[in-house]
């Protein structure tokens, strides 16, 4: 529950060391990252690390910038100063089709499925980023095609046993109810084996009973898979449940990083959401 700084947060928070300037080596660092539109300051030199393996939670009120801070990472907008570092690599200049061969996944918040393909070509599709077969080998169905074909088809298999999708597998998307959806789109990220799954307001339009599912399925990739998710949602019950640490932002500004014991607490955090003085 929201509330001041009590000293049970705050010795909760001791707990917690940032990777900056830590022993462990981060996966991604975002360091001093600064974007504006206009005159509108989006983000404002933002930085925080997330630890390999960590669940990595962002939080803030509409328009603080988070879904412009993954758009970052994705590179689908550029970032007028700072850097972002995956496993040490700068990522600010490269192609946008080179983020998902890196090692980076993306679900978006308003669904971007192919609705009238099959649940199993629509995850199919994020496997695609793996393979390394040219034209020419699809179309003489030369051995490399075929194994990577075979390769792809097990683990779309394996995913859509995973998520619970097997009879839906050759239904068309369109034809599922949203929640439904939203595992496919899960699936699809998942499909193109990322290192950094980037998880953008998963829980949106859920029930009470799928955001319990929802809660549970991102623990289980995170420990199946051995993935480290940076997760963006606004269902607070979620996201301090199932976060090993919290960044918060408000106006494009961190105003608070930590354990979510003490994230939750933070007086800026409250004020930001709250208005309390």
Known sequence: MLGFTDTAA???????????????TPLLEVDQVAVSFGGIVALDRVSFDVVTGEICGL?????????TLFNCLSRLYPVHSGDIRFEGRSLIRMAKHAIAPLGIGRTFQNLALFRSMSVR?????????????????NAFR?????????TLNERVG???????????AEIPVSALPFGLQK??????????APKLLLLDEPAAGLNHEELGDLA?????????????????????????????????????????EGTPAYVQQ????????LGAT
Request: a positive charge; charged letters at 25%.
């Open 183 to 192: 595992r496919v789109e899960l699936g699809r990220a998942l499909a193109a």
């Open 121 to 137: 070509r629509n995850i199919m599709v994020g496997g695609h980023c793996r393979t390394r077969s040219s034209f020419i080998d």
């Open 142 to 150: 030369l051995p490399i095609a075929a194994r990577e074909e075979t």
């Open 158 to 168: 394996d995913l859509l046993a995973f998520l619970k999708l097997d009879a839906q």
């Open 59 to 67: 939080i803030g009120p509409n328009g603080a910038g988070k879904t």
């Open 10 to 24: 705050v010795a909760a928070h001791l707990s917690y060391v940032p990777a900056r300037g830590g022993l462990v």
């Open 216 to 256: 549970r399925m991102i623990q289980e990739i995170r420990e199946r898979f051995r993935i480290t998710i940076l997760l963006v949602e606004h269902h607070m019950s979620l996201v301090m449940g199932i976060s090993d640490k919290v960044v918060a932002l408000d106006f494009g500004r961190k105003i608070a």
């Open 266 to 273: 933070h007086p800026d955090v409250i004020r930001a959401y």
